[in-house]
């Protein structure tokens, strides 16, 4: 009966274009394994493909497909290869008639078929039952669950389907896509009762579908946490970038009960990076995705918690404890609070830029996206690393890619190593002096208006893509009237808040602010964050660190 539990779900499908046939396949199959499995029939490849993916849909497990060689439209061989892409541990078996054994050979190569049958398989105690317990013995002992993967539907320039790719893909949850238009989607839809006005539709690992939802619900239905298990914590980490990552992964390996809070996704504009090669260790070069991955589970492995999707609004001081408030009301309190929120990519200021956001226009490299650039005329504005990382990605697959930038070179703020890249790179171009004026397009992006910022003529080129890297505008809006910042909202910490060598007028201890130490005692600031920081992945990194070993000399003196 345990057995019988486990597998209840569980399908065993034929597929038998003659309906005598499929009957008694359906039926032998049910006299021995119907009450543990289900038995699925189908009579065409088509309906048999539509009745898999309404299983996968929903989150059915299926152990066993046996498939008929000769079928219209589609034959045996050709259902089971495409089988394979919706149910890859299923046992493929093809029923076939003797003068078809050549081909069930061959298939044996090109489904990574199991078994084949000779049909008549009567009687089925000798030669069809002793096959299929073999088969599903082995399927009961592999790794026959698949991994969770969320499905997304919907439109191709959307700009909220846009940002529903971009938070899964940053938080590395395995989905695929499906365009609405396409059958595919379309089936999807049907599957969830989803009539398509609101998209994206999201379907998730245990067959949810959730319309048009937003981050925290995303974040919680696909397995990320959001919701702390503690009122009270030693350090909250606010922000998941390198610096914060670099926080969560020493102040847990040190004993600290450590939560970090990210509003997004871990790894800020590092984590955007298609490739960092001046990180030390990484002689090759490694992806921003790669490193945030490999100090995600680090931190996680040390016991921190990491909470996604949850935007902190406010920070108060109640006696020892300091108080972090969310968006949605709650809060959680710490002895210590480090801030390490990072910037955001400025906003193109250009007619049509906005309109155009996510259907065309990105922020970020939006690696989503790079695979639909293949052969495409790409734009980048920018000239810092993150514009030539990017520029040095999307050159593989691009027709040309294109760098705007405002300077006169790109020297005066890329490192060496990308400068040379750029200039040696066939299909990469570089613009300086230049400016976008303007965007056009009307369900997408279609054209930009170019300015040269000498002369200030003008210039309309075709464009349907453009990444934007511009500036740097840190996340502390929310500090106002709490922490001191400078005139461009960076938070002031250490030296820079004793320029007279005297401590804040509000504060209270008999020695001055540590070195990562804002104007509240308790209070670290870490990376980009960080007035005057250097704006760099291995800095930010070090500044993490450093400032847990500052939290430990506070509450060693409080």
């Known amino acids: 009966m345990a057995q019988a539990a486990d597998t209840a779900r569980t399908v065993i499908m034929t597929v038998d274009d003659d309906p005598g046939v499929s009957r008694a396949v359906a039926r032998d199959l049910r006299r021995r394994y119907g009450e543990s499995y289900r038995i699925v029939r189908a009579e065409s490849g088509e309906s048999a493909l539509e009745a898999l993916r309404e299983l996968k849909l929903r989150g059915d497990l299926v152990a066993v497909i046996l498939a008929d060689y000769r ?19 299923a046992r493929r078996v093809l029923l076939t008639a003797y003068a078809d054994t050549n081909a069930a050979i061959d298939a044996i190569n090109v489904v990574d078929l199991d078994h084949y049958l000779l049909k008549p398989w009567d009687p089925p105690e000798e030669k069809l039952y002793p096959v299929l317990d073999d088969l599903i013995q082995a399927w009961r002992c592999s790794d026959y669950r698949p991994v969770p993967s969320t499905k997304v539907v919907g439109h191709r320039w959307s700009a909220r389907s846009s940002d529903v790719r971009e938070f899964l893909a940053r938080n590395q949850v395995p989905y695929r896509w499906y365009s609405a238009d396409e059958p595919e989607g379309r089936r999807l839809l049907a599957a969830a009762g989803a009539d398509g006005q609101r998209l994206p539709l999201v379907i998730t690992p245990d067959g949810t579908p959730l319309v048009a939802p937003e981050a925290p619900e995303l974040a919680a239905r696909v397995g990320l946490a959001t919701t702390p298990t503690a009122d009270f914590y030693d350090l909250v980490v606010i922000g998941g970038g390198p610096a914060g990552l670099g926080a969560a992964v020493y102040g847990a390996s040190e004993g600290l009960r450590t939560v970090l809070v990210e509003r997004a996704a871990t790894g800020g504009q590092a984590g955007q990076s298609s490739r960092i090669e001046n990180y030390l260790g ?34 108060e001081i109640n006696g020892a404890a300091r108080v972090v408030r969310f968006s949605d009301g709650s809060a959680i309190a710490a002895h210590s609070v ?9 906003e193109l200021p250009a007619p049509g830029v906005d309109e155009l956001s996510g259907c065309g226009v990105f922020y970020g490299s939006a690696l989503t996206e790079a695979a639909s650039c293949q052969g495409h005329d790409v734009y980048i504005v920018g000239g810092a690393n993150s514009a030539g990382q990017a520029a040095m990605y999307l050159a593989r697959g691009a027709k040309s890619v294109t760098l705007l930038v405002r300077g006169e070179s790109l020297s005066a703020s ?8 750029i200039e040696e790179a066939p299909n990469i171009s570089v613009r300086c002096g230049t400016v976008v004026e303007a965007a056009h397009g009307s369900d997408h992006l279609e054209q930009l208006t170019l300015r040269d910022a000498a002369t200030g003529q003008t210039e309309l080129v075709d464009a349907q893509w453009l990444f934007v890297f511009i500036g740097a505008a840190p996340l502390t809006d929310w500090l106002d009237g709490t922490v001191l910042r400078d005139e461009r909202g960076f938070i002031l910490a250490g030296p820079d808040l004793t320029p007279d060598g005297r401590p804040p007028a509000d504060w209270e201890l008999d020695r001055p602010p540590y070195h990562l130490e804002t104007n509240i005692p308790g209070v670290f600031v870490a990376g980009d964050a960080r007035a005057e920081s250097a704006k760099r992945v291995a800095s930010a990194v070090g500044e993490g660190a450093m400032a847990v ?7 060693e003196q409080s």
């Open 71 to 89: 079928m219209p439209q589609m034959n045996g061989i050709e259902f089971l290869e495409q089988a394979l892409d919706v149910y890859p541990g």
């Open 282 to 315: 990484f002689p090759d070069g490694v992806s921003g995705a790669q490193l945030t991955d490999r100090a995600r589970r680090q931190a996680a492995r040390f016991g921190a918690e990491i909470l996604t999707a949850r935007e902190v609004t406010g920070l």
């Open 549 to 555: 070993m500052l939290v430990h000399r506070y509450l």
């Open 338 to 346: 480090i801030l390490a929120t990072g910037v955001s990519y400025r």
């Open 414 to 421: 890329m490192s060496y190593y990308l400068v040379q890249q």
